[in-house]
Nanobody
Framework: DVQLVESGGGSVRAGGSLRLSCVRS????????MGWFRQTPGKGREAVAA????????YYVDSVKDRFTLSQDNVKLAVYLQMNSLKPEDTAMYYC???????????????????WGQGTQVTVS
């Protein structure tokens, strides 16, 4: 079965940077839409960004555009979320998610993603 393992979370001051990683394993299917979501206590998951592993098209929510950047390493089956100019409101548990096939021009809804990582905490003070 597909497994997603996130890493890279931590605590930073406002204005700082972090890079989250998500490594996929468990099957040889090559075309995925890889998404990042975040969640704060008492709230539902919020979409952050997504990337189609075939083609590399990326999608971001407005609140993170120009601050967050997605990239990928298709040899390592990894996607990276570079987060710059972090704000206290970026504080959340960040989850990596995967669905087979492309993202098709947007960040798919949470329910479209089949596989989820365990989450990595990001705290901005």
């Amino acid at each position: 079965d597909v497994q997603l393992v996130e890493s890279g979370g931590g605590s930073v001051r406002a204005g700082g940077s972090l890079r989250l990683s998500c490594v996929r394993s468990g099957d040889s299917y090559s075309s995925y839409c890889m998404g990042w979501f975040r969640q704060t206590p008492g709230k539902g998951r919020e979409a952050v960004a997504a990337i189609s592993t075939t083609g590399g098209n990326t999608y971001y929510v407005d609140s993170v555009k120009d601050r967050f950047t997605l990239s990928q390493d298709n040899v390592k089956l990894a996607v990276y979320l570079q987060m710059n100019s972090l704000k206290p409101e970026d504080t959340a548990m960040y989850y990596c998610a995967a669905k087979r096939g492309a993202c098709f021009g947007r960040i798919p809804e949470e329910t479209r993603f089949t596989y989820w990582g365990q989450g990595t905490q990001v705290t901005v003070s």
